[in-house]
């Protein structure tokens, strides 16, 4: 059963989906859109009011195996809007949402058997080194600043651009979908910051104050709601250049309000953050996203 309490294991996260999928079939569907390295499904759940003309909003998590909040707050949005969705704001009825909680199964499943701080995928690299940093293997800008050449590094970018099934599926899926995306929302931890493009290197998109703006009002959502407060910025010029990321690649193809969002703590706990944060983290993250809906909603 799922709880809010631990962190779970995949099985777990996918039996959810799967038992929401089967209890509420008029709103809810779950498929599978490949398989990571190792064999794993790599699923995303569908919530719709199955209106034609819907906008719809991408999110996930799980791209790096070690930051265990993300899958954790993932799911709480999808237990959220799945068991009260006829109670729901119009706004949060009003698109269809797509969440993949866990990018990486393989790294994650990883992080629970041998190395609770494992990043990358398992993906053989070269000799000992295993495993691709997926958030340096996106095809935008693909091996630029901040992406290793190195399969030692743990921010392998790769062989090549999407080299990887995790990143391939999930950017196939993407491209494919008859889904009108207007946001992008990616879930990491640590360090409460909302990014926006570019990461690749210290650029802005010519949009960028719409960004800047959703940011902050979603960031001024969040302190209110749990008293945590996020930074506000781009990715190269509030932390560090770093190309190939999910979040520049959403935004090449189109999709307007892309952010990666790191979740608590400040480093205190960093990576290994006590359960106890879960709750919290998922409640105030999705007041942040109740305001990029409503944003998506009015334009
Ligand atoms: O370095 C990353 O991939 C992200 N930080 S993390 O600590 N979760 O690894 C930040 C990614 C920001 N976006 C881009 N650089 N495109
Ligand atoms: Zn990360």
Known sequence: RMTWKQYHRLEDIYGFMDYL?????SIISVK???KSFEGRDLK???ISNGKSDNKAVFIDGGIHAREWISPATVTYFIY???EYFDVESDDIKGIDWYFMPVVNPDGYEYTHTV???????RKPGYR???????NRNFGHHWGGKGASNSPCSEIYRGSNAFSEPETLALSEFIKSSAANFSAYVTYHSYGQYMLYPWGY???VPPDYKDLDNLGKKMAEAISKTGGSQYQVGSSSGLLYPAAGGSDDWAKSQGIKYSYTIELSDTGRYGFVLPTSFIVPVAKENLAGLRVLASQVIKE
Do not use: E, H, V
Request: hydrophobic letters at 35%.
């Open 44 to 46: 995303i759940l569908r």
């Open 80 to 82: 959220q809007f799945a």
């Open 21 to 25: 999928a089967k209890t509420y079939p």
């Open 115 to 121: 190395d609770r701080l494992w990043r990358k995928n």
């Open 32 to 34: 599978s859109i490949g």
């Open 201 to 203: 290197d210290n650029a």
């Open 128 to 134: 000992a080194c295993t495993g691709t940093d997926l």
